[in-house]
Each structure stands twice: as structure tokens, then as C-alpha cells.
């Protein structure tokens, strides 16, 4: 095992979690959703609580994981998390219940995002975190970008699909989207923006003024 390798091992174990999280984690693989990895999970807590963030909008609630992982150190913000999965939703309220977050801090909308997405108040959130289809990762970000607040940030976990991203070899649809993602963001002057290599892949790009 290289340098590299043993530092990414060890910093992936490092976090300590919550029992509520630790459960949502099985509940998770159990259902066939990959969650984010606990490094991830840390890392969306600190900007959280960097940010000071008071709005967070989640695109892919899955079971709760990211959401009670941005709402953990931050006991007044408010989470409005989108999933069209009826099972997940029902998950995830649970995991929430157990957690001690009432659903006034936790509004869970079964839906597709994509039309729940442009109802949202314009530059209303301080967090707007993308884990959803991958192949529709430009459409998301575009709406990010309205519904985020000048110096928010948007989040992309799982930014490098397991190393699809960088293998030239890789053409899949969602490999391409996430490439044409990078892509944008990288082109762009009205936003700045660091890529991770945390969990699996880290994309966090924060919306400046004017």
C-alpha cells in the first residue's frame, strides 16, 4: 500500500459518528444506496458549521446520512431534502425522529427534483448539496446555482465515480455528465471551486458575488 493510500485509508476511518448515523449507515446498505463515507460525512458537518448555514437544500436524501450529518453541529438550521423514493423518505423521517430532529428542521419532499428544484426561493440557501442521478448533474447544478446564496456552496459528493472520472477509457452517462460537470465549473469565473479526492471525490464549489 502506497503513502497515498494508507494517508486516504486513515483519514476515511478517522470520524467519529453518532449511533443514529452508524444505524443509518446499515439501513442504507441494505437497501442498495451507497452512502457517503464517513469522511464525507465529517466534511459536510464542518462546512456546515463554517458556513454558518441556516438553509440547506439536499438534492437525493437517500436515508438520512448527509442530512443528519450537515444539521449535526448546527442546531438551527433548517434542511429541506428532496428524494423520489417513497421507502427512502420513510427511512429517513425515522432516522431523523431518532435523532432528536423535529420535521420542522427536517422537511423531507417526495419528488423529482428537477420539478421541485425551480419552485425553490431564489439565492435562499447557504448549502446546496447534489447527490442524486448522476446523468442529470448539469440540470441540478444549473438550478444549484439560482437557488444557492452569493458566497454558499455547492456540494458534489462521489465527484469521481469511483476513478471512472479520470480513466479516458470510461464513456459511460453518468462518468460523462460528472466530466462535463468539472468541466463547467472549472471554466467558470463567476464561482471557485477545490475537488477532494475524500470518500469518493469531494466537488465543492462556492458562488461569488456579482
Known amino acids: 500500500m502506497s503513502k497515498l493510500e494508507r494517508n486516504w485509508q486513515y483519514t476515511e476511518q478517522y470520524p467519529s459518528e453518532t449511533d443514529t448515523l452508524v444505524r443509518a449507515r446499515r439501513v442504507s446498505l441494505e437497501l442498495g444506496i451507497e452512502p457517503v463515507s464517513r469522511a464525507v460525512s465529517a466534511e459536510l458537518s464542518a462546512l456546515a458549521v463554517l458556513s454558518g448555514a441556516r438553509a440547506i437544500c439536499e438534492i437525493g436524501t437517500g436515508v438520512g446520512i448527509s442530512g443528519l450529518s450537515l444539521l449535526r453541529h448546527r442546531p438551527d438550521a ?9 421507502e427512502h423518505l420513510r427511512e429517513a423521517r425515522a432516522l431523523f425522529t431518532e435523532a432528536g430532529i423535529p ?14 428544484m425551480p419552485r425553490l426561493n431564489l439565492a435562499a440557501y447557504d448549502i446546496v448539496l447534489l447527490d442524486a442521478e448522476q446523468s442529470q448533474l448539469l440540470e441540478y447544478f444549473e438550478h444549484a446555482l439560482g437557488i444557492v446564496r452569493p458566497g ?31 468541466a463547467v465549473v472549472a471554466e467558470s469565473d463567476a464561482i471557485a471551486s477545490s475537488l ?5 471525490g469531494l466537488l465543492t464549489v462556492v458562488r461569488l458575488d456579482g
Open 103 to 116: 420535521a420542522s428542521r427536517a422537511r423531507l419532499v417526495e419528488g423529482d427534483a428537477r420539478h421541485v
Open 152 to 182: 454558499g456552496a455547492i456540494v458534489v459528493p462521489s465527484a469521481l465515480a469511483h476513478g471512472r472520472v479520470a480513466d479516458p477509457a470510461a464513456r459511460d452517462e453518468s462518468t460523462q455528465a460528472l466530466r462535463d460537470l468539472l
Open 196 to 200: 477532494a479526492p475524500t470518500g469518493d
Open 78 to 86: 433548517i434542511l429541506t431534502s428532496i428524494e423520489i423514493e417513497p
